[in-house]
């Protein structure tokens, strides 16, 4: 019975760590010098001068890297090498955020291994974070017969058009005060990684939005969910929903936009507008935000008709 007792509370810790502790994980890690890599480097002490984005894979609450080291390995993942040389450390004391990308530059000297030289195939610097719920995620390798990109864990997505299908923004647009049905494509690009969208949502703001309608949540299903094929670029197509020029905030909207929410590393490229305007690109012509201006408009249009009528007339 107790260990029933102690295997039920070590999974109950397991589980409280894994999601109470933010996941930092490496992104692009670029060699600045020496300017080409080379198989025979490892021979050699060489100074590597280095950057390495850090990112937040998971979790709301910031996160304090320690340290960096380089290691030289026979696979492009660390946790997966069957030998490794010494490693370099590079001290940190930096901050991780969610949404934000950190970018740590570095230069260390990393020791030559002679005898182990032939068999390394990499270049890899693996982050030290305190509280890290996953160690996985922590590595970034690059190739030393003169590769040039390397392996990646951040994910970035950015949205960069908004196309309206409908209602088209050629002509009319959307009407005040009614929910309307709205379908639209958003072109994206994929940054780094692959990405698992969970929604996307329509919504009227102003240019800083600062002020926003009620959302219109969508989603075509045709989203890239990229585990093992890497898209770069796309389109989610014909995503529908509905939103609406409400009376509160109508004379401050400006545009339309679209927010795809999805675990990423830059949340800022996670929105696209498009303003109101007649044309391709844009979000239609603005209605007026004035039921009685509509009244009115409408009667003055008519009472001026019925003048130029009864001047017609009396010519
Ligand atoms: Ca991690």
Redesign the pocket.
Known sequence: MSSLIYQYLWAVTTFSLIHCHP???TGWFTVLSPANLTKDMCENQTDIVFELELCM?SGDDEAQVTKVTLYYTDHENFEQKTISSSGAEVRLNDTVVPGEKTLIRGETPLEGDLANCGSYTHLCAVVT?VD????E??DSCIRIDGGTESTANCRDIALEKLILKRPNPERSGFEYGRATKAVFDVQFSIIEGSVKPSRIELFFSDVNRNIESTRGKGYDGNAPDGKTTLVSSGSFSDITTSVTLDADKCEQYTRLCAEIEVEDSVHANNVVCAIFGAGPDKAGVKPSCSAAKVLTMSAMTILSALFIGFDFCRE
């Open positions: 996941d930092v994980g894979i974070a890290d719920a996953r160690f995620d922590d």
